[in-house]
T-cell receptor, first 111, second 114 residues
Framework: NAGVTQTPKFRVLKTGQSMTLLCAQDMNHEYMYWYRQDPGMGLRLIHYSVGEGTTAKGEVPDGYNVSRLKKQNFLLGLESAAPSQTSVYFC??????????FGSGTQLSVL | KQEVTQIPAALSVPEGENLVLNCSFT??????LQWFRQDPGKGLTSLLL?????REQTSGRLNASLDKSSGRSTLYIAASQPGDSATYLCAVRPIMEGYQKVTFGTGTKLQVIP
């Protein structure tokens, strides 16, 4: 099993550009999450989904949008990237409220 | 708001030593607590998950304990090896907020010296 797969692994954007990060899981998990990791601040929840067609805001949702059109996919969008969104982004999934499984991350730089 | 603290931020030990990593949380209304390791430039790998009703979990050389009343969890690593060098994070899943807003500590960076 591939587990949780994130694409792309690296990306550089200019301020104001848009992009979409894709997360795919093959474990039939209902719950999926997007986190960002910044030095000294730990992982912070951006948005999450408890099932296909549902999304909810996390701790730091501003500037991001998400969609869960298929159970196995969770997309994170940046409509107008800002330098403050330079970070490492992690997707995770879980079966109900149990163990979290993480992808390998996307390193995003916004210039 | 739940706060999760991991002290120390960094730890260096000689190979073969037994060690304990600490995780403290402020709100004892938790559903479970999970320990992860993160290697540089990589994602998080789950090590152990302890349910709120459990006191400890073991996997190989790792043992995690949970004391909800005092808001503490420890990760014990026996006979440390250079391959154990990584950052260790704990994460607390709340009972409230629909169980989804997991709070992470900032981690303890462990270096095991050969």
């Amino acid at each position: 099993n591939a587990g949780v797969t994130q694409t792309p692994k690296f990306r550089v954007l200019k301020t104001g550009q848009s992009m979409t990060l894709l997360c795919a899981q093959d474990m039939n998990h209902e719950y999926m999450y997007w986190y960002r990791q910044d030095p000294g601040m730990g992982l912070r929840l951006i948005h999450y989904s408890v099932g296909e067609g549902t999304t909810a805001k996390g701790e730091v949702p501003d500037g991001y949008n998400v969609s869960r059109l298929k159970k196995q996919n969770f997309l994170l969008g940046l409509e107008s990237a800002a330098p403050s969104q330079t970070s490492v982004y992690f997707c995770a999934s879980s079966y109900s409220s149990e163990k979290l499984f993480f992808g390998s991350g996307t390193q995003l730089s916004v210039l | 708001k739940q706060e999760v603290t991991q002290i120390p931020a960094a730890l260096s030990v000689p190979e073969g030593e037994n060690l304990v990593l600490n995780c403290s949380f402020t709100d004892s209304a938790i559903y479970n607590l999970q320990w992860f390791r993160q290697d540089p430039g990589k994602g998080l790998t789950s090590l152990l998950l302890i349910q709120s009703s459990q006191r400890e979990q073991t996997s190989g050389r790792l043992n995690a304990s949970l004391d909800k009343s005092s808001g503490r969890s420890t990760l014990y690593i026996a006979a440390s090896q250079p391959g154990d060098s990584a950052t260790y994070l704990c994460a607390v899943r709340p009972i409230m907020e629909g169980y989804q807003k997991v709070t992470f500590g900032t981690g303890t960076k462990l270096q095991v010296i050969p």
